[in-house]
């Protein structure tokens, strides 16, 4: 078996944030491996003498260190090798549980660093709502005095599955996971691997059955304020855009839009409604399929709208560039509005109007979150959705 740090070799992007720990505060010779062996050791007799029963919730870590005298650093990497040693598991809800009392004969991973840290994992910087998420994922873990490592999964989900199940071989205490996940039998590989792993985790996105807690963007306050800027504007044939239409996310801004319409006493045309499934982002070039889309869409829906809602951020600047190629004129012909917004559409020749969602809060609610959890302060699973407001500009 190779040793444990080459599990990383091939991630696009590794940060591991300074320490914030003061010097003072690190141990200057032996004595502080000396206490975690002690401590480990102590927690370890507890549970093979039957002490903590198996399925018994163990006491906090807080509680544990006031108890035993150190500091809940040393409880927390005392429970990382009680996890790696497949004694306890860490679960959103129910704590840190007993799952084993049989110390398996086996040795440590080679050359493991012990981090205790909090990761986040994502695809890749190169769009910017992750890389705001992670700003404030950041700016929380910095005032908070905790060290966290950043890791660029690229778009495969099972390479981010791959690193979470190692996690905890490097003390990582938790992670919060931004998956990219592009069809439904993806989903149900990501979601078996979450469930089967041990590491408490907080996620960016809905996966309903995960047992983890999620911080996200609140989908259909975004679907019905979009339609109803465009409503108070005028608009009366408002057609909806998008793709990856088979998430929980989108499908939430449809419905917000659906309810707009409703209330206004407006019909939605279904012929002008379109839920495309796929999804196939590119990182060299994000807007060549949301122009593809947008191109085929116009065709289609040629005089028949005289607004539309687009269902994510490059879909509306995709639109914006196809309008163009068309003939169409923007705001004239055509009202564009976006559920979601970036750089890149307020910056076009005609800026795109979109719904602007706090991402840095986003990002450091997950943090919130995810040490609440893992410092006994928070034992259900929570889902947080973030509200957001709409950004006018030129398109709408």
């Known amino acids: 078996m190779q040793p444990a740090a080459d599990s990383f070799s091939r991630v696009e992007n590794v940060q591991v944030s300074p320490d914030p720990k003061p010097v003072s505060s690190l141990p200057t010779s032996g004595t502080g491996t000396s206490k975690l062996d002690s401590i480990y050791s102590e927690l370890q ?10 399925g018994e919730r163990l006491p906090t870590e807080p509680e544990l260190a006031q108890e035993l005298g150190c500091g809940t650093g040393t409880i927390s990497k005392a429970m990382a090798r ?22 398996a004969n086996r040795l440590a991973p080679v050359g493991a660093p012990d981090l205790d840290a909090y990761s986040f994992i994502y695809p890749g910087d190169q769009h910017e709502s992750i890389w705001r998420i992670t700003r404030g994922f950041q ?18 989900f099972r390479k ?59 989908g259909l306050h975004a679907g019905f304020a979009t339609a109803n800027h465009l409503i108070r504007q005028g608009a009366r044939r ?50 060549r399929e949301p122009t593809e889309i947008a191109r085929d869409y116009l065709v289609q829906t040629r005089g028949k709208i005289d607004a539309v809602v687009c269902g994510a951020d490059f879909l509306g600047i995709g639109l914006l560039r196809a309008a163009r190629e068309q003939g169409l004129h923007v705001p004239g012909d055509l009202r564009i509005i976006s559920t979601a917004d970036n750089t890149t559409g307020s910056t076009d020749e005609i800026p795109l109007t979109a719904y602007r969602i706090p991402l840095e809060q986003q990002g ?22 973030i509200r957001g407001e709409i950004v006018v500009r030129t398109s709408a």
Request: one cysteine or more; proline letters at 4%; charged letters at 25%.
């Open 45 to 54: 007799s507890r549970i093979v003498s039957g002490v903590w029963k198996i």
């Open 82 to 103: 009680l996890t790696r040693d497949n004694l306890v598991q860490r679960r959103s809800r129910a704590g840190t549980v007993v799952i084993n009392n049989t110390v």
């Open 139 to 156: 700016q929380a873990a910095a005032e908070a005095g905790r060290r966290v490592m950043l890791l660029g999964s690229g778009p495969d």
């Open 160 to 218: 981010e599955a791959e690193i979470v199940s190692r996690l905890s071989e490097f003390n990582v205490r938790g992670a919060v996971l931004y998956p990219v996940i592009l069809t439904p039998h993806d989903q149900i590989h990501y979601l078996q691997a979450i469930l089967a792993s041990r590491l408490p985790v907080v996620l960016l996105c809905n996966l309903p059955g995960s047992r983890c807690s999620s911080i996200v963007s609140d």
């Open 238 to 287: 408002i057609g909806f855009l998008a793709n990856y239409a088979w998430t929980i996310g989108v499908r939430d801004h449809y419905l917000g839009y659906r309810q707009a319409l409703e209330l206004a006493g407006l019909a939605e045309d279904k012929s002008c409604t379109r839920l495309i499934q796929r999804m196939n982002p590119r990182m060299d070039d994000p807007l």
């Open 364 to 385: 450091r609610r997950a943090f919130d979150v995810l040490d609440a959890t893992l410092n006994g302060r928070l034992e259900d699973v929570v889902e947080e959705q």
